[in-house]
């Protein structure tokens, strides 16, 4: 199965990922990933035909609750955190041209 | 003791605070036989001294915790702080945020956050009296077994600073077994804070998932991840987790449980108890000195009264697989937030917003976050969810049902918590899936959501320590804490 990590998958993987990589490192994951896929791959011997998938270890549905609002304005210390603030937003750079 | 001391000489009033358990501790300070003071005195000067060799912290706010451990010694005296922790230093594993102090996850990306609020956890510990000294070090995003992958240098086991401490609560459990705080908080998503205490010589446990909020833990593998205590002895770790435990509307996964009065089951005594030893836990692999000092754990516990039976559990050596897929791609799906927009790192000179995504994530990541973010994404996408991220999903649901089945015929699981003892440092990153492979014991556990401990039960022939890991049915943490404290007290009895 390894065999299906070309340099196209890890170049669509890296899209995917949002993550740029060099020659070096595209390299090793091609070989990382290939090798961890054949060690997955050992999920194939079994036999999962008629089980249900679970992603919850418990029976729990929708959560659901009121939505009241219990803290106060935090946006100033938010935006302490920001690499980028103006005009008391989040600083971005230009995605398209006016 | 088992911990090495760091102390200076002459240091006797010091010393002696050290050596409390956190428990004991607070009773001490309670009765005024000391101060939260000089606890936290104590412990910050065993940090002074320590931390060259083992690196335990990434944050240590010194100002900040004298400053609390006043306040808090003052509202013990005038009777309002009574809670069971009250005046206590703890540690606090750097992927839970705390307010106005730094939290990084050990990673570039996150360098300068200072989080404009607490996670849930840290508020409950804040509420039950116990004082933050600051934060542990960790592999970054908690991925890794070592604590080797931290952006902020490798912590070094107290035991033996040629060693790993384990991981990824490896800064957590080598706070404890140095003396530097009197319990810390860990994570723990595939063993993170079994194996680190494990490794060091203390005790640590998660619990069944849902028990404690996950609110303001910074998510890697979040149906996994569950916060949990690291301390010195079972007690602590009942009085902690009796005080984290929390119903919390804010994570929607947190149960509302009423049966958290761990320290109840406090009680030597296992007779009738029925333990089983999964054969398959036993096999290649395992280091005999592990072996022998688990088994000989086991037997102990027999002599005492309890049922020891030998069974096959089944479906072991899937689990690691199963865990890699599913861990890799919520981590791929949780990391993405990190894109330099709204906190943390951001690239320099990036052209447009894609490119600066891109650059941020290149250089904030390091080599093995990348490396299951890009195998999460894999797994996830079209053409390969089925065979890849659905078919780990229906291989949990087996491997739950196998538990089921056990936990329907006894009370405790019984086995180690590593094939080994700690790995030399710089020996494990080189082979990623070797390193992976040391998970086997304890990532199970957390894919099936179930509660499991890890108490020390001697040392191999380097005098490095050896984890006997308890694991129990959801919610039956009181059968892990009675059996744990057994094993704790018929260990120190019969030696």
Redesign the interface.
Known sequence: ?AN?ITDE??D???I??????SGE?KEQ?KK??G???D??????E?D?DG????????P?QN?F?EDVIT?GD?SA??L?????EKDNM?M????FEA | MRRKPYGQKGMVVAMDILSYTAAGLAAAIKEGRTTAVEAMEAALARIDTAEKDINAYITVDREGALRAAAAAQEKIERGELTGPLAGVPAAVKDNLCTAGMRTTCASKILENFVPAFSAEAVLNLERAGAVVIGKTNMDEFAMGSTTETSAYGETRNPRNPAHVPGGSSGGSAAAVAAGECFFALGSDTGGSIRQPAGFCGVVGMKPTYGTVSRYGLIAYGSSLDQIGPLARDVTDCAVILEAIASHDGKDSTSVERTDTHFTEALVADVKGMKIGIPRDYFGEGLDPAVKDAVLAAAKRLERNGAVVEEFDLSLVEYAIPTYYTIAAAEASSNLERFDGIKYGYRAAEAGGLHEMYKKTRSEGFGAEVKRRIMLGSFVLSSGYYDAYYLKALKVKAMIKKAFDEAFAKYDVILGPVAPTTAPRLGESLSDPLKMYLGDIYTIAVNLAGLPAISVPCGQDAQGLPIGLQLIADSFQEKKLFRAAYSHETFERMEG
């Open positions: 199965m299906v998958t890890i669509y993987v890296g995917l990922a949002k993550l740029e990589l490192e994951a990382d990933m090798r961890m896929l060690y997955i791959d050992k999920l194939g079994l999962t089980v249900e998938p679970m992603s919850h270890v418990f729990v959560v609750r803290n935090g210390d938010a302490k955190n920001a690499p980028g989040f971005a750079p230009r995605t």
